[in-house]
C-alpha cells in the first residue's frame, strides 16, 4: 500500500468550501502516479512507450475535506484479470474516517489496445499471487461486464 500526506488547498475546494469531487478525482490520479513510481511501473511504462489509462471507476464520498484540512490517501492494488489492473483509493481524515473511496479500473496501454495484464505482471517482476478481490469489488466487476457500451441514451 502507497500512503501520503496531503492537505485540501483553497483551489481544491467549491463554493460550498469542501473539496470538490472532480478535484478528488484528480488528486487520485495524482496518488496513483505516485504509486506507480514507487513499485517501478513508471520507468517500465517509460522503457516501453506505454500508457497507463482508467477504464472505469466506482466512488463514494462520505465526509467533506474543508479548506487547510489534512488528510492521507491510501492507495493499492485490489487485484487484477487478463486486461485490468483494479486499483482501491481512500482518502481518511486525521480522525480516521474515510471520507472517500474508490475503485479504478485502469490498464496499461500501448496503441491504444491493453497490454496484456500477464504481460505487465512479469515485466514489474512480481511473483506474489494474484490477490482475491473483496466480494464488493468482484461484484462490481461482475456488473461492469454486463453494462451495454456504448450506452443507448
Known sequence: MHVSQHWARPSDCD?????????ILTLYEFGRFQASVRMGLWALLKKRKWGFAVAGTSIRYRKR??????????????????RFVYIE???????????????????????????????????????????????????WIDAEATRNWPPEL
Open 15 to 23: 463554493i460550498f468550501l469542501e473539496m470538490n469531487n472532480g478535484r
Open 65 to 82: 475535506i474543508t479548506p487547510f484540512e489534512r488528510y492521507e490517501m491510501r492507495t493499492k492494488i485490489a487485484t487484477w484479470d487478463d
Open 89 to 139: 483509493q481512500g482518502m481518511f481524515k486525521r480522525s480516521g474516517e474515510c471520507a472517500s473511496h474508490v475503485l479504478f479500473r485502469t490498464a496499461v496501454v500501448k496503441g491504444g489496445r491493453a497490454v496484456p495484464t500477464a504481460e505487465v505482471i512479469e515485466a514489474l517482476g512480481i511473483t506474489t499471487p494474484r490477490p482475491d478481490p473483496a466480494p464488493w469489488v468482484k461484484n
